[in-house]
């Protein structure tokens, strides 16, 4: 059983700022990658920004230098600040996470798992 939390969304102003954050908990053997994705209204889902374990970074390029994103290994956490924010960031974020789950001695099973979405409405 694997959980992912989400928090820290809500309604913010143009130019303003907001840190989301997702927490994994549950059976988990290892974290190979979290990130997270947004899907406005009408629109397809993308991703924002993902980080491996490893500390590698991928944003869209709509978010570069807007966004950063940050991982806390020890607390299975990963972190999306979000400055500069724009109408058009307006979105249902969601945060995903590639997890190798326990299964049996010192095998596992890989597969990815979401977050329940956290709305970010920036006002115009």
């Known amino acids: 059983q694997v959980q992912l939390v989400e928090s820290g969304g809500g309604l913010v102003q143009p130019g303003g700022s907001l840190r989301v954050s997702c927490a994994a908990s549950?059976?988990?053997?290892?974290?190979?990658?979290m990130g997270w994705y947004r899907q406005a209204p009408g629109k397809q889902r993308e991703l924002v920004a993902a980080?491996?374990?490893?500390?590698?970074?991928n944003y869209a390029d709509s978010v570069k230098d807007r966004f950063t994103i940050s991982r806390d290994n020890a607390k299975n956490t990963v972190y999306l600040q979000m400055n500069s924010l724009k109408p058009e960031d307006t979105a249902v974020y969601y945060c995903?996470?590639?997890?190798?789950?326990?299964?049996?001695?010192?095998?596992?099973?890989?597969?990815?798992?979401w977050g329940q979405g956290t709305q970010v409405t920036v006002s115009s």
């Open positions: 995903s996470a590639n997890i190798n789950t326990y299964y049996s001695g010192t095998l596992y099973q890989n597969s990815d798992y």
């Open positions: 549950g059976r988990i053997f290892s974290i190979n990658a």
């Open positions: 980080i491996t374990s490893g500390g590698i970074t």
